[in-house]
């Protein structure tokens, strides 16, 4: 089992910058897995935003934040973070750390495994 604890939202004004961080402990097993962030607004399906492969931090991101945000890994304390900068309102959104422990490296919510209770970023314009 993983356990994984998000940190770091709050309400900010549009252009603004946050960082989040997810603390995952447990049983990781090897270092081929990818920690994930999605997130889900009011009333929409959960979207994929950043993932980083742990053993060799590789990134990708969707096409709405790229450019603005940054997903970055600190191996010692098993935590990856999400710099998100130039916020806009429609960045609003409950926001997941998510582990995908068979290494698929996609884009999908149904492919990770574990996931942390998520918290919230509010945008006001």
């Known amino acids: 089992q993983v356990q994984l604890v998000e940190f770091g939202g709050g309400l900010v004004q549009a252009g603004d910058s946050v960082r989040l961080s997810c603390a995952a402990s447990?049983?990781?097993?090897?270092?081929?897995?990818?920690m994930g962030w999605f997130r889900q607004a009011p009333g929409k399906e959960r979207e994929f935003v950043a993932a980083i492969k742990w053993n060799t931090g590789w990134t990708y991101y969707s096409d709405s934040v790229k450019g603005r945000f940054t997903i970055s890994r600190d191996n010692a304390k098993n935590t990856v973070y999400l710099q998100m900068n130039s916020l806009k309102p429609e960045d609003t959104a409950v926001y997941y750390c998510?582990?995908?422990?068979?290494?698929?490296?996609?884009?999908?919510?149904?492919?990770?495994?574990?996931w942390g209770q998520g918290t919230q970023v509010t945008v006001s314009s």
């Open positions: 447990g049983r990781t097993g090897s270092s081929r897995y990818v």
């Open positions: 998510a582990v995908d422990s068979l290494y698929r490296a996609t884009m999908a919510p149904r492919d990770y495994d574990y």
